[in-house]
């Protein structure tokens, strides 16, 4: 997930709940919204450009780890295929993941990168803020080093706020 800014819609917990961890790639919006997501299940997070000083403190930039076989790098504004930003393009360099989370830009985006051997995930915007008609997020299976079973939720942004 990515670009909560602050709200976390009732069905993140039906969606994510046969999941071992979430992943969050920026724009948590508070310390409160993300101990909430850390509460429910194990939370990998990176803080945005939308986070302030208390969440750069708590939260590192990027995240580089492994999942199941798979080499993860996680970082807020990371461009696109063929556009990545600067500090994505040293990540990548540096860490040569297979799987790229990113968020910023509200639209959701999976694509194979043949160039850099990776994929690259964009979940889009779970939150309510900003130009996106829709909330979306992912879920998927890593499993022996591979990537499989991708889910898409999908809500209209006015759908069940009150």
């Avoid at 909560?4 to 508070?30: M, N, Q």
């Avoid at 939308?50 to 930039?61: A, K, N, Q, T, V």
């Avoid at 990545?84 to 990548?92: D, F, L, M, Q, V």
Wanted: proline share 4%; with cysteine; aromatic share 8%.
């Amino acid at each position: 997930m990515s670009d909560t800014h602050g709200y976390l819609h009732p069905r993140v917990f039906d969606f994510f709940s046969k999941c071992d961890e979430i992943w969050h790639a920026g724009d948590i919006g508070s310390l409160e919204l993300i101990d909430t997501i850390g509460n429910f299940k194990p939370t990998r997070a990176v803080w945005g450009n939308i986070d302030d000083h208390r969440m750069r403190s708590f939260l590192p930039e990027r995240l580089i780890f492994d999942c199941e076989g798979l080499s993860v790098l996680i970082i807020h504004i990371a461009g696109r295929p063929g556009k990545y930003s600067r500090e994505a393009k040293e990540a990548i360099k540096a860490h040569r993941p297979g799987l790229l989370v990113a968020g910023h830009s509200h639209i959701l985006q999976v694509k194979y990168d043949a160039a850099e051997k990776l994929m690259f995930i964009n979940p889009g915007a779970a939150g309510i803020h900003g130009f996106h008609h829709k909330i979306t997020m992912l879920r998927l299976v890593v499993d022996a080093g591979q990537m499989k079973d991708l889910e898409v939720f999908e809500i209209e942004r006015n759908n069940g706020i009150t």
